[in-house]
């Protein structure tokens, strides 16, 4: 007679691969990244020495990381809220079957699958002032147009503009999770006499109010700690620092200035800001009884 392994067992064996490649690639860098930011390390030295809190120091004086973590608070108010909003309107809406539904399906989800460079290098075309198509849609309505790039406060717009089309995640996951509640639930709503707009803010949106507080937390990540690559390709930080997030300014002083101890300890300081936002966040949904 043959024994059953317990089911205990079975699942740690599932996860173990898991934790395995947690452990390689994410707490292994991160004790890492704590070590080197209290050293002089250049990335070019084999025995950077132990210099304390001279990092720490450094950083309180550093005019230009206080210039990037006003563009990063900026940006996550920009951003976040626009793609959340589109993913989750767009999911909502094309949860339920219609003619080309498919295919407007797809037309959401494509950006997301569009290399990041190459959609930036795209969105330099589109903004272009001279001859890009969104100047000459402004032109259209007599409007002359923006220098995009040039300006800073257009050149945040610009970057959360790009930003706005790459939300295939968040729309599968909205779609998936509207496309499981109970439609009994909508039908005795609508007997009650309960409208298309009273349905959704009495039964939709409480009911998925897991899966968005969860897609909050992801894009507040995302938005901050992975919007290297449009502003890099876009402005590389400029106009006037506006788009020097932190993910460019650690880029910058890493491998142009071989600043990578000071690199490191602003890497903690994103990782930290991260973790006080996501904090506030669920502090508020707790408050607000979000998840009730």
Do not use: K
């Not at 589109?86 to 959401?108: C, D, K, S, Y």
């Not at 790459?166 to 639930?185: H, K, M, Q, S, T």
């Not at 690199?263 to 009730?292: A, E, K, N, Q």
């Amino acid at each position: 007679m043959t024994r059953r392994p317990r089911p205990e067992l079975t699942g740690w064996a599932f996860l173990a691969p898991y934790a395995v490649a947690v452990a390689l690639l994410v707490a292994v860098p991160a004790l890492l990244n704590v070590g080197y930011a209290v050293t002089d390390h250049t990335g070019l030295t084999r025995d950077p020495q132990f210099v304390g809190l001279a990092n720490v120091r450094r950083m309180l004086d550093d005019r230009f990381l206080l210039d990037s973590l006003e563009a990063s608070l900026a940006h996550v108010a920009l951003a976040v809220p626009v793609r959340f909003v589109a993913a989750v309107g767009l999911g909502l809406l094309l949860a339920a079957p219609r003619p080309g539904g498919r295919w407007f399906r797809t037309a959401v989800y494509l950006p997301t699958v569009i290399p990041d460079v190459a959609l930036a290098v795209l969105f330099l075309w589109v903004l272009n002032p001279l001859y890009g198509p969104l100047n000459q849609f402004l032109g259209l309505f007599g409007h002359a147009g923006y220098n995009w790039l040039a300006d800073p406060t257009t050149a945040r717009l610009a970057v959360v503009l790009m930003l706005a089309f790459p939300i295939g995640e968040g729309f599968v996951v909205v779609l998936a999770a509207r496309r499981l509640l109970d439609g009994r639930l909508y039908e005795a709503a609508a007997l009650e006499g309960c409208g298309p707009f009273g349905q959704l803010r009495r039964l939709t949106l409480p009911l998925l109010a897991p899966v968005l507080v969860l897609l909050a937390v992801r894009d507040i990540i995302l938005t901050l700690q992975v919007n290297f690559v449009p502003a890099y390709v876009l402005t590389d930080g400029r106009p006037a620092n506006a788009t020097l997030y932190l993910p460019v300014y650690i880029f910058d002083q890493v491998f142009e200035f071989s600043g990578f101890a000071y690199g490191s300890l602003v890497t903690i300081l994103l990782m930290l800001i991260t973790t006080v936002i996501i904090i506030g966040l669920l502090l508020g949904v707790r408050r607000w009884r979000v998840l009730r």
